[in-house]
């Protein structure tokens, strides 16, 4: 079964040291998964640990394999020596149990904890544990750090003549696009409706936020087409500094928003 498994063939690894199928690092890590003596409440029980699948039977893939988390439980097995009351050690005996498919359900609730499941972007939460780390960086390397609000104009209007589905398409589109104005470094979340946040985590001047802000408005210059609909969209952008603006997240993000809010009555289609 764990031959099936693992796409190996059953007589190649009889005889083998349990290593062929672990890595050896994985076999200095638990050395004794495979020949577990313990039989009593201290024997392995739910250990994860990675083997080797080979990716196909013909010579060019045996050869190739990848790593599959899988769950081992196993134990002593002990025999009786006849006429001396005593037992030996007979070998061990364990089952392991393919896990990747939960892996990838965890994986996936892990992703959408954090994660806007519209476009895929950091939702609140992963965006303010990032701001937090970028501030304590930031108050021992004496830097700066910059938070940008941005709320597109005029999207309710799209969004109710256009239709939700257009909506959630364009927002899409839009969080493509501010993805190309900002560096690896830096992190786009979205909020919710049409509010994006922007982190630049290790800004050495208040310019480069300007520079990212004129980045994004002239992104949004070319028209949008979805579903041959198409589409001209401006956004207003506030901008906030630390230590400048503010020392903890909610501050800053006050902060920003009361400048995107001046630009919205301010004609919008700019930064303040």
């Known amino acids: 079964n764990a031959a099936r498994l693992l796409n190996q063939d059953r007589q190649h690894l009889i005889g083998q040291h349990f290593s062929v199928l672990t890595g050896e690092e994985q076999a200095r890590q638990m050395p004794f998964a495979f020949n577990e003596r313990r039989s009593d409440n201290r024997k392995t029980r739910n250990k994860e640990m990675q083997l080797k699948k080979r990716l196909g039977t013909d010579p060019i893939n045996a050869r190739k394999s990848l790593s599959v988390p899988f769950e081992i439980s196993a134990a002593g097995i002990y025999e009786q020596v006849p006429g001396t009351g005593k037992s030996r050690f007979a070998g061990t005996f364990g089952v392991a149990r393919d896990i990747s498919t939960r892996k990838q359900a965890e994986s996936m609730i892990r992703?959408?904890?954090y994660h806007d499941q519209l476009t895929g972007l950091p939702n609140r939460t992963l965006f303010r544990?990032?701001?937090?780390?970028?501030?304590?960086q930031a108050?021992?390397?004496?830097?700066?750090?910059?938070?940008?609000?941005?709320d597109l104009d005029r999207?309710?209007?799209?969004?109710?003549?256009?239709?939700?589905?257009?909506?959630?398409?364009?927002?899409?589109?839009?969080?493509?696009?501010?993805q190309g104005c900002l560096r690896e470094s830096d992190t786009l979340a979205r909020f919710g409706g049409?509010?994006?946040?922007?982190?630049?985590?290790?800004?050495?001047?208040?310019?480069?936020?300007?520079?990212?802000?004129?980045?994004?408005?002239?992104?949004?210059?070319?028209?949008?087409?979805?579903?041959?609909?198409?589409?001209?969209?401006?956004?207003?952008?506030?901008?906030?500094h630390y230590p400048d603006h503010?020392?903890?997240?909610?501050?800053?993000?006050?902060?920003a928003d009361i400048a995107m809010n001046q630009v919205k009555a301010h004609g919008k289609n700019g930064y303040r």
């Open 111 to 113: 992703f959408q904890v």
């Open 129 to 136: 544990d990032r701001c937090n780390n970028a501030i304590s």
């Open 139 to 150: 108050k021992r390397l004496k830097h700066k750090v910059v938070l940008l609000t941005i």
């Open 155 to 178: 999207f309710k209007f799209i969004n109710d003549t256009l239709g939700h589905q257009t909506g959630d398409q364009l927002l899409q589109n839009v969080s493509r696009r501010l």
């Open 194 to 240: 049409d509010e994006f946040v922007i982190l630049l985590p290790q800004a050495q001047s208040c310019d480069e936020s300007q520079v990212v802000a004129e980045k994004i408005l002239n992104s949004l210059q070319s028209t949008f087409t979805i579903e041959h609909h198409p589409i001209a969209l401006t956004a207003s952008i506030g901008i906030a």
């Open 246 to 255: 503010g020392e903890a997240v909610d501050t800053l993000l006050r902060n």
